[in-house]
């Protein structure tokens, strides 16, 4: 989901595509300062909204993940999550990609939050759907580059490891936070 337009101290033109791939649109355009009238060549990434999801099993274990990250080069702790399809819900793709990931499934999933990947540079959105009462009901279905790893752990854990550095993933971090918020409410 893109956001409204809203009147912009900033004129942009002369937008164009300069490469297409499966991951989005790398994009540039002319932009002008109204305030100080100068210009400037700026880019976007235009990526498919994201989601993140917030997985507990009754007895509040928390489903993570572990894969191989190509930007780091190294293994990162997360929690499910991936781009939603063109036309999907934010709560679909939550559930769909819980259930890929990791073959774990529940109920009452709920949109708690979402936040700008990277506003300076990014078009999209990552939502936290938060999933209840999870438990394995299938195998998991990766993609064909995908190598996940799945463990369950207590939400203390989870916070020992953001505390010691252990999770650094900006939008996991994000994502637990929402939580947080949301579950204190």
Same mark, same amino acid.
Request: charged share 30%; net charge negative.
């Given at each position: 989901?893109? $956001?409204? &337009?809203?009147? %912009? ?6 937008? &164009? !595509? ?8 790398? #994009?540039?355009? %002319?932009?002008?300062?109204? $305030?100080?009238?100068?210009?400037? *060549?700026?880019? $976007? ?15 509040? &274990?928390?489903? !993570?993940?572990?894969?191989? /990250?190509?930007?780091? *080069? ?9 781009? #939603? *399809? ?15 990931? !990791?073959?774990?499934?529940? %109920?009452? +999933? $709920?949109? =708690?939050? /979402? ?5 300076? #540079? ?9 999933? *209840?009462?999870? !438990? ?12 996940? &790893?799945? %463990?369950?752990?207590?939400? +203390?854990?989870?916070?020992?490891? #953001?505390?010691? +550095?252990? =999770? ?10 929402? @939580?947080?918020? @949301?579950?204190?409410?």
């Amino acid at each position: 989901m893109k $956001r409204d &337009k809203e009147e %912009k101290d900033l004129q942009i033109y002369q937008e &164009k !595509t300069l490469l297409q791939t499966r991951l989005g649109d790398f #994009i540039s355009a %002319k932009v002008q300062n109204k $305030r100080t009238g100068r210009e400037s *060549e700026f880019y $976007r990434l235009d990526f498919a909204d994201w989601v993140n999801v917030v997985a507990l099993t009754k007895n509040k &274990k928390i489903i !993570t993940i572990s894969q191989f /990250r190509f930007g780091t *080069e190294r293994t990162e702790i997360e929690i499910p999550g991936g781009a #939603i *399809e063109n036309g999907e819900d934010p709560l679909a793709a939550g559930q769909r990609e819980l259930l890929e990931e !990791t073959g774990f499934s529940g %109920k009452n +999933g $709920r949109v =708690i939050g /979402r936040v700008c990947p990277n506003p300076a #540079i990014q078009s999209n959105w990552c939502y936290t759907v938060l999933i *209840e009462d999870v !438990t394995r009901v299938a195998e998991q279905n990766m993609d064909d580059m995908e190598d996940i &790893k799945v %463990k369950l752990i207590s939400l +203390g854990e989870m916070n020992d490891l #953001i505390h010691h +550095g252990l =999770i650094t993933h900006g939008l996991v971090l994000n994502a637990m936070m929402l @939580y947080s918020n @949301y579950s204190k409410g």
